[in-house]
């Protein structure tokens, strides 16, 4: 069994900072303590002046296997996550096939025990042919993370925007439903006067007007009274206006809540000022917006009401984010990243990293009820990541472990960097290294 002792390190854990030893013994924390002593034999990490954070767990990825390897696999994406300090992902069913059965599921869940370097979980799709899915999906509410509904920007089989299918799957379903919240009949009414206006000279810059307030507010209100009426554990993700936050609460504990919200990272950098530089780089569902809106998110994710700060990583190759707008594809890389985007925001005063490890690490395993993970506790799973506050992470092509190769981040240096990363105890990457001895483990839940 392996065995290490990370010696006096900063650990950041519910709501502390302290100093202390941490004994890592297998595939969980063994003993949590000021100078800690083993007789047996173990490797040693000195984590002087650097934090020790638990792993961070995302909610919200996409890594587009099967049907869209060209782009990303779950191999390269988790090898990028766990460089990002990620342990622990939950990856969304717009993949091909879509996943909306059981049985394709499956085969997520087998790729990723053969190829996943971090911990995994994958959500079942919803759709408006296919809800007898959701009774058999109640049977494996300890084994899967969710349910994911597209109330807006999807197609095919992964739209659901029926009402009646909505009804019933917000009062039939046992697990948390997920939900992209956008209004499809509003985005392709604007969509349909931009183009009245532009034709086909439309850009990125106008993504933010197609995709509006309106077309936020309106799907993500209607979510949130489907679920009071009935009852439903309610996820709302990726959230982008100010308009949304008054429909969340900060009353009550996170784990009494039936309703939770996320925002994404790249929301609460980016404005829509940024277009004119990025372009369709940073065109992203629900759409980046004017500044207004991200200073809104960043107060409610201050005072509670927004829950948890997640990726939703995207990636798409270079060759089709430079296509016209109009056919370049939505959504960017960012799982590599994310933290180190909040540690610059601790540096700047913006966030505490007791906050960002309440966001990115507690708030994630109670929101879903995941087993044993989340938190540095003895006898949890040893996920977890050390911090270099004083060491720099410059984002440029050789450093990217994105299948893609791109990052709307690039020659861009972040005052932190990311030095160890534990999945489950094995010791996955070191320095800019890789240990693929050892795979992550599939997410159980405590429902």
């Not at 009353?251 to 990025?278: N, R």
Request: aromatic content about 8%; some cysteine; overall charge negative.
């Amino acid at each position: 069994m392996q065995r290490y002792l990370i010696k006096d390190i900063l650990l950041v854990n519910e709501g502390k900072i302290v100093p202390t030893d941490v004994l890592i013994e297998g595939e969980r924390f063994g003993k949590i303590a000021p100078q800690i002593q083993v007789k047996t034999q173990v490797t040693e990490i000195d984590g002087h002046g650097k934090y020790l954070l638990p792993g961070i767990i995302d909610d919200q990825v996409h890594f587009r296997e099967p049907g869209y390897t060209h782009k990303a696999t779950i191999h390269t994406e988790s090898r990028a996550a766990v460089a990002g300090g990620v342990t622990s992902y939950m990856e969304m069913p717009n993949t091909y096939p879509p996943a909306v059965k059981l049985e394709i599921l499956q085969q997520k869940y087998e790729i990723a025990a053969r190829h996943s370097l971090a911990n995994y979980s994958f959500y079942l799709g919803a759709a408006n042919h296919h809800q007898d899915e959701i009774l058999r999906l109640n049977a494996h509410r300890h084994e899967i993370c969710g349910l994911k509904i597209f109330m807006g920007s999807s197609t095919g089989e992964l739209l659901v925007d029926d009402i009646s299918t909505l009804e019933n799957i917000f009062a039939s379903c046992e697990l948390p439903i997920t939900t992209h919240c956008e209004d499809e009949a509003l985005i392709r009414l604007r969509l349909q006067q931009a183009r009245a206006q532009k034709g086909e000279a439309l850009t990125a810059a106008d993504h933010p007007w197609i995709r509006n307030e309106e077309v936020c507010y309106r799907s993500s209100s209607f979510a949130v009274s489907l679920a009071k009426r009935y009852g439903t554990r309610l996820h709302v993700l990726h959230l982008t206006t100010a308009d949304e936050m008054h429909l969340f609460s900060a009353d009550i504990p996170l784990a009494e809540k039936q309703i939770t919200a996320e925002v994404c990272v790249h929301h609460l950098h980016f404005t829509a000022d940024a277009y004119s530089k990025l372009g369709n780089l940073i065109k992203c569902n629900p759409a980046i917006k004017a500044a207004h809106h991200r200073e809104a998110l960043w107060q409610a994710l201050l005072e509670g009401r927004i829950d948890v700060i997640a990726t939703d990583h995207a990636p798409h190759t270079w060759e089709e984010k430079q296509q016209p707008y109009l056919q370049a594809p939505a959504g960017l890389p960012l799982v590599q990243h994310g933290l180190l985007l909040m540690l610059e925001y601790f540096r700047n005063g913006k966030i505490s990293l007791e906050q960002i490890v309440e966001k990115m690490c507690h708030h994630p395993a109670i929101c879903f009820q995941i087993r044993d993970r989340g938190f540095v506790r003895e006898g949890y799973f040893a996920d977890a990541v050390i911090v270099d506050m004083q060491g720099t992470t410059p984002v440029d092509k050789e450093h990217l472990f994105y299948k893609c190769k791109w990052s709307p981040f690039e020659s861009h240096c972040f005052p932190a960097r990311i030095s160890h990363t534990f999945v489950s105890g094995h010791l996955a990457y070191v320095e800019g290294k890789f240990n693929e001895s050892q795979m992550g483990k599939r997410l159980l839940f405590n429902r």
